[in-house]
Each structure stands twice: as C-alpha cells, then as structure tokens.
C-alpha cells in the first residue's frame, strides 16, 4: 500500500515569489493534516480537514498560506509571496478515525523549502 | 493537552536497550499517550500509544507509571536504524491534533 506521497521534495524559490506543495494522503483516509517543521523542531499543525472541510486552521498564516482540498482527497498547499521565513519542511499526513486509536498519524517525507 | 518533559539528547549502545523517560505530569484521565520517532530527513512514525495499562508491539514497549505522571519507551535492542528524534505526546481521547514537542534525540552508537 502506497503511503502518503508529497511532492516536490525540495524547492528553491526567490522571496516573493510563489509555491505549491501537493500531498496525496493514504487512501481511504478522510482525515489530512499540514504540518510545518522549522529546523531542530517539532512539527507544527498549519491545518486540518476532514473530508473537504477545513476543522482546524486557526495556526494558519492566512495572508499569506492559503490550501485546498476540492475532493476531499488531495491537497495543496500556497504561500504566496514567500518570505524568508518561509524556509523550512511541509509535511503532510493522513488518518483514519479510530476507535482508540485517533492519534495514529502516518507522514509523508515532507516537502524541504528555501526561500532566498 | 497536556505538556509533555523530555531530556534534549540521550545515547545507547548499540544492541543494549534504549530507555526513552517522558514526564506528563498534567495528564488528565482521558488523556493518551503516543510515541512518533523521526529519522533524520523523514517525516514521524507512530511507534505505540497507551491509556494507562503497558503496551508493546514489534517496535518497542511503553510502561506507564501506575499514576500516569510518567511514562518510558524501551527500544529492547537498539539498532543504528533507531537513531532519531523521539516524541512522547498526550492526546485527548477522540482528538486527532497531535502537538509535538522538541523531543528526545537518540543515538544509538557502534
């Protein structure tokens, strides 16, 4: 079974310029996450959606970060301009609900972004 | 959720067991707790979770103090594979919004 598929892997882009990260979440798995990771840190949740509907983007810098997911399976992720600040890893992961178990989190490898 | 209190770094040797401790001393009864590990460059990996009985699977054990104010993950034969970033989080029964911390760093040396 495939896991979950992000792409680009990496991507350099000049500050004010746009970009998009595209995640392909496990199938079957209603739930999908953005999660952004700064270096020698923790991941932190940018988004939520269950299905097609975004339940939880309250970290989400909304000036700037803007994501969709039309069918309620893949998504993607803007940022549009990019700033400095931007540069660090954007990791997408998906989930199904379980009883007992609703923490389990499978991740894709993250989509590493520098922003010059 | 709860806060979680990990050391920043800790060393095994290699085939001797790796013993990860992890202080939730807020954790409230419906509150689990998880264990994701990150190799370097990866996204986490789920390791195990538990309520408040001892879990284990085929990566590792998790013994929960009797209190649950604490908790300890065993690697029982670390490998150099195991080196990684370690995260214990608690999670709410029913959530799914996992807030990680900035873990334990293991390695595991030859």
């Known amino acids: 079974e495939a896991g979950v598929v992000q792409s680009p892997r990496y991507k350099i882009i000049e500050k004010k310029q746009p970009v998009a990260f595209w995640c392909n979440p496990i199938s079957g798995h209603n739930t999908l996450y953005w999660y952004l990771q700064n270096l020698g840190q923790g991941p932190e949740l940018l988004i939520r959606?269950?299905?097609?509907?975004?339940?939880?983007d309250s970290q989400l810098p909304k000036d700037r970060f803007s994501a969709e997911r039309l069918k309620g399976v893949d998504s993607t992720l803007k940022i549009q301009p990019a700033e400095l600040g931007d540069s660090a890893v954007y990791l997408c992961a998906s989930s199904i609900r379980q009883a007992g178990n609703t923490g389990e989190l499978f991740f894709g490898e993250g989509s590493r972004l520098t922003v010059l | 959720d709860a806060k979680t209190t990990q050391p920043t770094s800790m060393d095994c040797a290699e085939g001797r067991a790796a013993n990860l401790p992890c202080n939730h001393s807020t954790i409230s009864g419906n509150e689990y707790v998880y264990w994701y590990r990150q190799i370097h460059s990866q996204g986490p990996q789920y390791i195990i979770h538990?309520?408040?009985n001892n879990e284990t699977n085929e990566m590792a054990s998790l013994i929960i103090t009797e209190d649950r104010k604490s908790s300890t993950l065993i690697l029982p034969h670390a490998t150099l594979r195991d080196t990684a970033v370690y995260y214990c989080i608690v999670l709410i029964q029913g959530a799914q919004k996992l807030v990680f911390g900035q873990g334990t760093r293991l390695t595991i040396n030859p």
């Open positions: 959606y269950e299905n097609e509907e975004a339940v939880d």
């Open positions: 538990g309520l408040k």
